[in-house]
Every structure is written in C-alpha cells, then in structure tokens.
C-alpha cells in the first residue's frame, strides 16, 4: 500500500490543523494506521493509531487534543489537531500495517508515508 501524507503547514500555538492520508494499492479497511512524528534531532515517536476494527490508542502527550479517524470508503486516514503548541512541531508521518492492532512502535509498521510538515508558532 502506498500512503500520501497532507495537510501540515504553518499555525499559531493553540490553533487547530487536520492531517490527510490517503492511501491507495491495498484494501485500506484491512489496515491498522498510525500517525507518528518526528522533530529536529528527535527520534520518531508515536502520536495515535487506529486498528483495522476501530480502535484508537493515543500518546499521554496528544489525548484530549488530538482525534484520529477514518474513512474506508475514501481510503483516508485523518488526525484532527486542537490546541496545538510548540512541542508538536514535528515532521508528521503516516503509517499503515494489514490487519494492524493500533500499536504504538514503529516497528509494527510496514508502509509509511512521505510526511507532512507541521509548525506551531509561539
């Protein structure tokens, strides 16, 4: 499966930003997805994820904020983004394994996005 990450760019601390993915190649309801993130001199860490059957997991950082969510019909993943602050500034990935159980580690991921550039100014 191929996944295509959009929707980052420029906003104000305590705005708000939704991340696309889009996936195509595979039978996207069969996939479990994740988004997670990477900043400047920072290893990649985990932001939320979504399984196959819907369940969500998220990161202590981003509950309460952040809501991930899916539609099968138009192979898309979203991560909807409130009160965003300069600590979530990160290049934003998106990731996707078959019949995957929303973990939380890179590891369990086989596909992965281009990622998509979200900047929180202060």
């Known amino acids: 499966v191929q996944l295509q990450a959009s929707g980052g760019g420029l906003v104000q601390a305590g705005g708000s930003l939704r991340l696309s993915c889009t996936a195509s190649g595979g039978a996207f309801s069969r996939y479990g997805m994740g988004w997670f993130r990477q900043a400047p001199g920072k290893e990649r860490e985990f932001v939320t994820a979504i399984s196959w059957s819907g369940l969500t997991n998220y990161a202590d950082s981003v509950r309460g904020r952040f809501a991930i969510s899916r539609d099968n019909a138009k192979n898309t993943l979203y991560l909807q983004m409130n009160s965003l602050n300069s600590k979530d500034t990160a290049v934003y990935y998106c990731?996707?394994?078959?019949?995957?159980?929303?973990?939380?580690?890179?590891?369990?991921?086989?596909?992965w996005g281009q990622g998509t550039l979200v900047t929180v100014s202060s």
């Open positions: 990731a996707a394994e078959r019949y995957g159980n929303g973990a939380g580690r890179t590891v369990e991921y086989s596909y």
